[in-house]
């Protein structure tokens, strides 16, 4: 028999991940939101400790589309998203690939709860086009998707289900650990879940909350114990973003990582971009979550070993 | 010398002394959050598991497993004496360490065993081995019950279930895997 890497399963998977883009963008337009398409290729990434980036030249394949995206808000554009495919270096596992599509979005004028409004109507949409419309079933559950989803703060996270507070886990470094292994797993298993305000030491490119400074205006979505999106009321003051790269770039030079300039294209724009919200949703795991799969290899054309 | 990236389902290392094979393995990368290798993991002396989760740039040492071919002897109280084919030497592996083997040790199998820091852990008994029915009820011509099995116990003790036809005295193969009658041995 021919060998195929396409049993008649994964064909039929990669035809609902068409219909399923095919309605994102759909969704987009409907909202009145501009598609853009910016360079994978950069000179300067983010400094992130835990994101490595591959090199292309002398230069660097995306991570995300985080830094164009913004520059195009700093010069008016006002609801933007991207599908496009992003790059990280030693990322492969069940939910991981090291490329892997990406769908980014942006709102000025807007903090990140026009985003959770945004994602409840976007993955209803997707699920239409899956064939499953106002539910998904994973891991033989039903998940609603009737909106409102569920709020869980990190603080409330780690209460419910950490084994001790935020504050401790941060202080003895089992922040991670705790959340892949006692608390991702039982996130979003009836209903979907934003898991809002991260110590603001993970705060990484969102603004503090306003009147609570310990947190930062992030939340990362869940469903079906995967996380699915990670989104900021973005941090739009260049000092403080200088601030924050050079002490993700020396936590990254600590650890024997290479330390990138600072973009500094990028933050010289940042001045200019009005109060915006910005999300980037794994793409391949919204289509794994949609129809099923228990994997992100069975929703992509080839996984890197099939190259 | 081990890395998180060597960490796969099967591979054998050595924790606090001891060998443990790795029985489930995931990469896990919280939100922004640093790469961690997710691992379940079975102690291969007590079988006792853990869960363990690493973080890049941990190492691990292997477990040296050794295989060594030996034919069993004979068994004192729990004790179990085996001879290396190589060497003749004499070795004792309690019952624990036997486990379900012990259903099919039959004077001078061959076996295969798994030998930790020259203790003997655990062994494998060939796939198929041939034992002698001890006891089973005849099989009554009409019965009735339509049972298409029975019980027998072969030389060892074991007690399978056998089609009808088997008679006390008869040779049987069994699959050591499943514990299950696999065939009739003509003699």
């Not at chain 1, 008016?76 to 990406?102: K, N, S, T, V």
Request: hydrophobic content about 35%; some cysteine.
């Amino acid at each position: 028999m021919k060998h195929s890497p396409f049993p008649a399963a994964r064909q039929q998977r990669l035809r609902s991940r068409a219909l399923i883009l095919s309605a994102v963008r759909l969704f987009f337009s409907r909202q009145g939101f501009l598609e853009v398409d910016t360079p994978c290729r950069i000179p300067t990434p983010i400094p992130e400790c835990n994101i490595d980036v591959m090199p292309s030249g002398t230069w660097f394949l995306q991570p995300s589309p985080e830094i164009c995206m913004k520059r195009m808000l700093a010069a008016g554009f006002e609801q933007i998203y991207q599908i496009c495919h992003c790059w990280r270096d030693g990322e492969r596992g069940r939910l991981h690939l090291p490329e892997f599509a990406m769908l980014e979005w942006y709102r000025s004028h807007a903090d990140y709860t026009a985003l959770m409004h945004d994602c409840e109507g976007l993955v209803a949409a997707a699920a239409g086009a899956a064939g499953t419309p106002g539910r998904l079933l994973h891991a033989g559950g039903r998940i609603s998707l009737d909106s409102p989803w569920e709020t869980l703060t990190v603080r409330q996270a780690f209460e419910c289900y950490g084994g001790m507070v935020m504050e401790e886990a941060l202080d003895r470094d089992l922040f991670d650990e705790i959340m892949v292994r006692d608390i991702e797993p039982r996130l979003g298993l009836d209903k979907p879940v934003f898991l809002v305000e991260y110590p603001a030491q993970r705060g990484s490119l969102a603004r503090l909350k306003p009147g609570d400074p310990s947190v930062a205006e992030r939340f990362e979505l869940y469903i079906g114990g995967i996380e699915l999106a990670n989104a900021y009321s973005e941090l739009s003051d260049p000092e403080e973003q200088r601030e924050r790269f050079a002490k993700e770039r020396n936590l990254r030079i600590d650890r024997g990582k290479h330390g990138h300039p600072l973009p500094e294209k990028f933050l010289r724009d940042l001045a200019d971009m009005p109060p915006s919200a910005g999300i980037a949703l794994g793409l391949d795991r919204l289509v794994m979550l949609l129809l099923g799969a228990t994997s992100i290899d069975e929703v992509v054309a080839f996984t890197p070993e099939e190259l | 010398m081990y890395t998180v990236a060597d960490l796969r389902k099967g591979l054998k290392i050595t924790l606090d002394g001891d060998p443990y094979i790795v029985t489930f393995f995931e990469f896990a990368k919280p939100g922004k959050g640093q790469a961690l290798y997710r691992t379940k993991m079975k102690n291969m002396i007590n079988g006792s598991t853990l869960d363990r989760t690493y973080r890049s740039g941990e190492t691990f040492e292997p477990a040296h497993l050794e295989e060594r071919t030996m034919q069993y002897l004979y068994k004192e109280d729990t004790n179990y004496t085996f001879m290396d084919n190589q060497s003749y030497e004499q070795i004792g592996i309690s019952e624990d360490s036997i486990g379900d083997a012990r259903n099919f040790l039959i004077d001078n199998l061959e076996v295969e065993v798994l030998m930790f820091k020259e203790k003997p852990i655990g062994i494998t008994t060939p796939n198929f081995v041939n034992l002698r029915v001890t006891q089973t009820d005849p099989w009554l011509k009409g019965d009735t019950t339509g049972s298409d099995s029975k019980p027998a116990t072969v030389e060892t003790g074991y007690v399978l279930r056998v089609p009808p036809f088997i008679e006390e005295g008869e040779l049987i193969t069994i699959d050591t895997r499943t514990g299950e009658y696999s065939t009739r041995v003509k003699e």
